[in-house]
T-cell receptor, first 114, second 108 residues
């Protein structure tokens, strides 16, 4: 099991450019999440998905879009990149059954917008 | 809105010097409290889930406890490899709300 994988690991974008952060999990988890982590701040939820074809906004969705066409993949799209989107992005997944949902995280993508 | 506050922000320990990290929370209907470890440049790694006040869990030199308002992560006789940022999170419904973390540095 590779768990949760993310690509790329690092990326530098110019203001106004677009890109897609890739996320794949091989644990057959129904729930998937995108977070951003800024220095001195807790992880903030951007978008989440409860299954293929179903997505919803988290705390900080502005400037981002997602899609979920398969159980395994949950890409995050940045349109018109801004300096405020400089951050480390983490993808996570969890089971949907049970009382609580332990989330398993990928290694992250460090994005700089200049 | 769920809130999580961790203290201290940073903790420097000598090898073998035991200490505790605090996680204070407010949540409507706690489903679970989670502790994660995060090494520099990596994603958070799951450590523990606590479900109800009075519960305790242990893993090697780490012990997590839970009350109705806070959780503690006790590090007993730490080693340099315990150096990391420890994150606390609470689940009120489907999502986790994270604290900013406590960065622990253990010197040999």
């Amino acid at each position: 099991n590779a768990g949760v994988t993310q690509t790329p690991k690092f990326r530098i974008l110019k203001i106004g450019q677009s890109m897609t952060l890739q996320c794949t999990q091989d644990m057959n988890h129904n729930y998937m999440y995108w977070y951003r982590q800024d220095p001195g701040m807790g992880l903030k939820l951007i978008y989440y998905s409860v299954g293929a074809g179903i997505t919803d906004k988290g705390e900080v969705p502005n400037g981002y879009n997602v899609s979920r066409s398969t159980t395994e993949d949950f890409p995050l799209r940045l349109e018109l990149a801004a300096p405020s989107q400089t951050s480390v992005y983490f993808c996570a997944s969890s089971y949907s059954w049970g009382q609580t949902y332990e989330q398993y995280f990928g290694p992250g993508t460090r994005l700089t917008v200049t | 809105e769920d809130q999580v506050t961790q203290s201290p922000e940073a903790l420097r320990l000598q090898e073998g010097e035991s200490s505790s990290l605090n996680c204070s929370y407010t949540v409507s209907g706690l489903r679970g409290l989670f502790w994660y470890r995060q090494d520099p440049g990596k994603g958070p790694e799951f450590l523990f889930t606590l479900y109800s006040a009075g519960e305790e869990k242990e893993k090697e030199r780490l012990k997590a406890t839970l009350t109705k308002k806070e959780s503690f992560l006790h590090i007993t006789a730490p080693k340099p490899e315990d150096s990391a940022t420890y994150l606390c999170a609470v689940q009120g419904d489907y999502k986790l709300s994270f604290g900013a973390g406590t960065t622990v540095t253990v010197r040999a």
